[in-house]
């Protein structure tokens, strides 16, 4: 089965600062690539799909690239309502992995 | 408004068996794939199982096949998650989870349940 690797594990940022989460998968999956954000105590909430494709309602801050086993999901400017952990997912074929989770905290 | 409702979980003893079922409301569940997903406490998401809107095709995850079964009753609405022979470090919040679009086969989950509990302690 198809490995999914985030990282950071975790970091830490000042309101404003872009921040940069990496996904690699340990084998090809073109762009089916899921992000999910999952604050405190709350249900997942999916962000992008297709890599790049922002859910409908999700801020533009939001941006996510990538194709094949590398990607990458960044927010332009951190506001405190992004302080979350953030999952990628693969959905090009079951099992629908994920990475273990890069949690956002804010300085 | 879309909801996926999970019930059924709780505390149950090592070695027994619970089973977890699965409605929607604002939409007809059985015209999408759904999946279960866990997260232990602490820990991040673990994905489970997927069965196709017609109940053709079930998927598992690796670690969990042959104890978990899911399954569904599209004249009942409903989905269902058996799970056999339990033990501690199957504890964890079980979500419930739909696909996107109707009859689509694919993977993705769009749209998540609040979540049941279940606790394996003796």
Known sequence: DIQMTQSPSSLSASVGDRVTITCRASHGITNYLAWYQQKPGKVPNLLIYGAST?????????????????????????????????????????????GQGTRVEIK | QVQVVESGGGVVQPGRSLRLSCAGSG??????????????????????????????????????????????????????LQMNNLGPEDTAVYYCAKGPREFWSGVLIDCWGQGTLVTVSS
Not at chain 1, 57 to 78: A, H, K
Not at chain 2, 43 to 57: F, M, Q, Y
């Open chain 1, 54 to 98: 922002l859910q409908s309602g999700v801020p533009s801050r939001f941006s996510g690239s990538g194709s094949g086993t590398d990607f990458t999901l960044i927010i332009s400017s951190l506001q405190p309502e992004d302080a979350a952990t953030y999952y990628c997912q693969k959905y090009n074929s079951a099992p629908a992995t994920f």
């Open chain 2, 27 to 80: 939409f007809i569940l059985r015209n999408y794939g759904v999946h279960w997903v866990r997260q232990a406490p602490g820990r991040g998401l673990e994905w489970v199982a997927l069965i196709s809107h017609d109940g053709v095709n079930e998927y598992y995850s690796d670690s969990l096949r042959g104890r978990f079964t899911i399954s569904r009753d599209n004249s009942q609405n409903t989905v269902s």
